[in-house]
């Protein structure tokens, strides 16, 4: 059985409870750790009790110096200065563990995740990160890192506890939603890691096993093992802003967005709390009310009024 621990809030639950529902499609045996960054979102949890899930209390695991912290970040931030701590939350919950598996709450499985597993086993390091793959019109590694907090991998051994203990002081001491001498939130910190942890960090060779707006274009989507939806926000009146800054190939929206958007629609008509996480559409927005056969008419909405860079 693989353990994988996200980090979210009610306001994040239909991406959250996506994923959990491709984790059933494709990943079982599974263990889906959540650390609910309100109470209504473990409340809720504790409520439907899904089989596969244990939810963690922000306030059972909060240290003092995470508390000391807290009130100058946003919740963006401090989420991110939580992800280098959220594999301790699991282990100091079940020591027998042997390997957690960070995920992003917007990831959704495509396929079964096997192959990444293989070649992390076969590398015989102790942590795994994923490199951004960019593709080069979008290349932001200088501001946001080379390297994705998407899909990583830690051992519970005293090689990924070093790498992990590194992350964390530095998270500590500065994790904040800008680019600074360096630094980008709790990203751009990988990016010495292949080199300082030589010995224990194995970045994925398989770059097109984790897509998202950025590498849509460079890599065919039917490669795809996970889709990051990055930036995709649930929008008033059933509308849903899919990302932002990027262009995504028609046919990625077709196959990939809009069984996403069913999915997230049919998750956020189920729960007995609204859910709203942006005001308003940006340019690359695309206007959908998350069946299928409302698609091919907001597509064409969305494309006869933009023009795109082929």
């Given at each position: 059985?693989?353990?994988?621990?996200?980090?979210?809030?009610?306001?994040?639950?239909?991406?959250?409870?996506?994923?959990?529902?491709?984790?059933?499609?494709?990943?079982?045996?599974?263990?889906?750790?959540?650390?609910?960054?309100?109470?209504?979102?473990?409340?809720?949890?504790?409520?439907?009790?899904?089989?596969?899930?244990?939810?963690?209390?922000?306030?059972?695991?909060?240290?003092?110096d995470l508390?000391?912290?807290?009130?100058?970040?946003?919740?963006?931030?401090?989420?991110?200065?939580?992800?280098?701590?959220?594999?301790?939350?699991?282990?100091?919950?079940?020591?027998?563990?042997?390997?957690?598996?960070?995920?992003?709450?917007?990831?959704?499985?495509?396929?079964?995740?096997?192959?990444?597993?293989?070649?992390?086993?076969?590398?015989?390091?102790?942590?795994?990160?994923?490199?951004?793959?960019?593709?080069?019109?979008?290349?932001?590694?200088?501001?946001s890192g080379?390297?994705?907090?998407?899909?990583?991998?830690?051992?519970?051994?005293?090689?990924?506890?070093?790498?992990?203990?590194?992350?964390?002081?530095?998270?500590?001491?500065?994790?904040?939603?800008?680019?600074?001498?360096?630094?980008?939130?709790?990203?751009?910190?990988?990016?010495?890691?292949?080199?300082?942890?030589?010995?224990?960090?194995?970045?994925?060779?398989?770059?097109?096993?984790?897509?998202?707006?950025?590498?849509?274009?460079?890599?065919?989507?039917?490669?795809?093992?996970?889709?990051?939806?990055?930036?995709?926000?649930?929008?008033?009146?059933?509308?849903?802003?899919?990302?932002?800054?990027?262009?995504?190939?028609?046919?990625?929206?077709e196959h990939?967005?809009?069984?996403?958007?069913?999915?997230?629609?049919?998750?956020?008509?189920?729960?007995?709390?609204?859910?709203?996480?942006?005001?308003?559409?940006?340019?690359?927005?695309?206007?959908?009310?998350?069946?299928?056969?409302?698609?091919?008419?907001?597509?064409?909405?969305?494309?006869?009024?933009?023009?795109?860079?082929?």
């Open positions: 059985m693989e353990h994988y621990v996200t980090i979210f809030d009610s306001g994040f639950m239909p991406q959250g409870l996506a994923l959990h529902s491709s984790l059933r499609k494709h990943a079982r045996p599974f263990t889906l750790w959540v650390i609910c960054v309100d109470e209504l979102a473990k409340e809720y949890l504790d409520q439907r009790a899904f089989e596969e899930i244990r939810t963690i209390a922000l306030k059972d695991v909060e240290t003092p508390l000391r912290v807290k009130g100058g970040r946003s919740r963006a931030e401090y989420c991110w200065t939580l992800t280098p701590f959220s594999p301790k939350f699991v282990f100091d919950r079940e020591p027998s563990i042997s390997r957690v598996t960070y995920l992003d709450a917007d990831l959704f499985l495509l396929k079964s995740p096997k192959p990444i597993f293989s070649e992390f086993d076969e590398s015989n390091k102790s942590v795994l990160i994923t490199d951004h793959a960019y593709d080069p019109e979008y290349d932001h590694s200088a501001s080379q390297y994705c907090v998407q899909f990583m991998i830690f051992k519970h051994d005293s090689g990924a506890e070093r790498v992990r203990q590194w992350w964390q002081d530095r998270c500590i001491k500065w994790c904040f939603a800008r680019a600074e001498d360096g630094k980008f939130g709790d990203q751009k910190y990988l990016d010495s890691w292949p080199e300082l942890f030589q010995d224990e960090v194995h970045v994925l060779k398989k770059l097109d096993a984790i897509l998202a707006p950025w590498n849509a274009r460079r890599f065919p989507y039917s490669g795809a093992i996970v889709w990051h939806f990055h930036g995709l926000r649930i929008l008033e009146k059933n509308q849903y802003l899919l990302y932002r800054k990027y262009y995504v190939p028609e046919v990625v929206i990939i967005y809009s069984p996403y958007l069913d999915e997230i629609a049919e998750i956020k008509n189920q729960l007995p709390f609204k859910v709203v996480q942006a005001t308003r559409p940006g340019l690359f927005s695309i206007l959908a009310r998350g069946v299928r056969e409302m698609f091919l008419e907001l597509k064409a909405k969305f494309y006869s009024g933009i023009k795109f860079r082929k």
